[in-house]
Structure formats: C-alpha cells, structure tokens
T-cell receptor
C-alpha cells in the first residue's frame, strides 16, 4: 500500500508555543490529505481536509486560526498548532487520499504525532 | 448526515475462534467499503476493502458486503491475541466516513 509519513512522531512543548507537524506521501502524489485528532479512548475526529494549492476545509467547531494547514506541494501537508495549550494535547494523524474519484479510492494513514503541551 | 454505525464492543472471543465485526451505513449511494485496524496508541491501518456485493477473502480475513441491506462485515478466522485491536469500518460516498470502531479482544 501507499506510504504516508509524519514528523515528528511526538513533541512536548510549553503552553503558548506553536508546533508544526508534517505529513508526507512518500511514493505517490496526494492532492488531498486529511488531518484527524484522537483523544485517549475516543474515536477519530476529522479536523480538516487539505487540498494542494488551495485553502483547507475545516470541520465545524475546528478553529482555522488555531490549526493552520498548508498543502504547498503534492507530497506535503503541514498542520501548525498555534499558541498551543494543554487542552490541545492529543494524537494528531494525517491521511492521504489515493486514487481520488476512482472506484479504488481509499485513504492511507500516517503513523501519527503525539503532542503534549505542558 | 451520512452515518456509519458499529457496535462499540468490546467483543471478546477465545483464541482460534471466528470474530465477526459488523457495520451498517446510511448512504445508499456508497460505493466502496473499508476495514481499518487500530492498535492502542497507533494510527489506523488499512486491512481490507470491498467494492462488490458478496465476499472477499484475504488470508484469515473475509469482508462481506450486502448493499441492499446496507451492511458490511469483517470475519476473522482463527483469531489470535495479536488481532486484539479496534476495527474501524469506513464507507466512501462523497467522502470517507468512519464508524466509531469496535474493540476486539482475543482471549488466549
């Protein structure tokens, strides 16, 4: 299957700082990537859809000014958590859309980034 | 609102038994169906996909799809403790919609 990487795999930061998470498709081009967040023992929550060359589409309740998404190339999307606070501590996972619009369309996930805000 | 429903579990089965995981969906126009496995603390991993009515087998896994009943299932034969995880059903209509997952525990 397609390979999606994330960096860093975990990060600890002080409250008020900004953290950037990278999501890369390693062996394919991804015009669309997705960002999810998952709190302990809870289900995946879609935060936003990232489209190459255009603005991200945010889900209801997700602050676009706090979670900045940039999809500047066909293999890289970044999520920046601005002015992070302890309640932003979570597991952030990206996924990439493969074969968009075709019957074989699916999503492959990156390994996730665990964020701890002190 | 497109919905994908799964029994949250936990579903406990003894080692060697067949585990049966079920999923229903509301969007009749859905075309593709996926099963992801998520181990605790890890991201989801795609294990099966099915597009046509009927069964699709891959090793110990069998996905079953019944579009008329809007039902998709995953059977795991000869369940192993290493199969213990949360299994997410996902349905592709306009976008990929995930169920909340079923937690499976395989008891040695």
């Amino acid at each position: 299957g397609a390979v999606v990487s994330q960096h860093p795999s975990w990060v600890i930061c002080k409250s008020g700082t900004s953290v950037k998470i990278e999501c890369r498709s390693l062996d394919f081009q991804a015009t669309t990537m997705f960002w999810y967040r998952q709190f302990p023992k809870q289900s995946l929550m879609l935060m936003a859809t990232s489209n190459e060359g255009s603005k991200a589409t945010y889900e209801q309740g997700v602050e676009k000014d706090k979670f900045l998404i940039n999809h500047a190339s066909l293999t890289l999307s970044t999520l920046t958590v601005t002015s992070a606070h302890p309640e932003d501590s979570s597991f952030y996972i990206c996924s990439a859309r493969v074969n968009p619009g075709q019957s074989q369309e699916t999503q492959y996930f990156g390994p996730g980034t665990r964020l701890l805000v002190l | 609102q497109k919905e994908v429903e799964q029994n949250s579990g936990p579903l406990s089965v003894p080692e060697g038994a067949i585990a049966s995981l079920n999923c229903t969906y509301s969007d009749r126009g859905s075309q593709s169906f996926f099963w992801y496995r998520q181990y605790s603390g890890k991201s989801p991993e795609l294990i099966m996909f099915i597009y046509s009515n009927g069964d699709k087998e891959d090793g110990r896994f069998t996905a079953q799809l019944n579009k008329a009943s809007q039902y998709v299932s995953l059977l795991i034969r000869d369940s192993q403790p290493s199969d213990s995880a949360t299994y997410l059903c996902a349905v592709l209509g306009y976008q990929l919609t995930f169920g909340k997952g079923t937690k499976l525990s395989v008891i040695p």
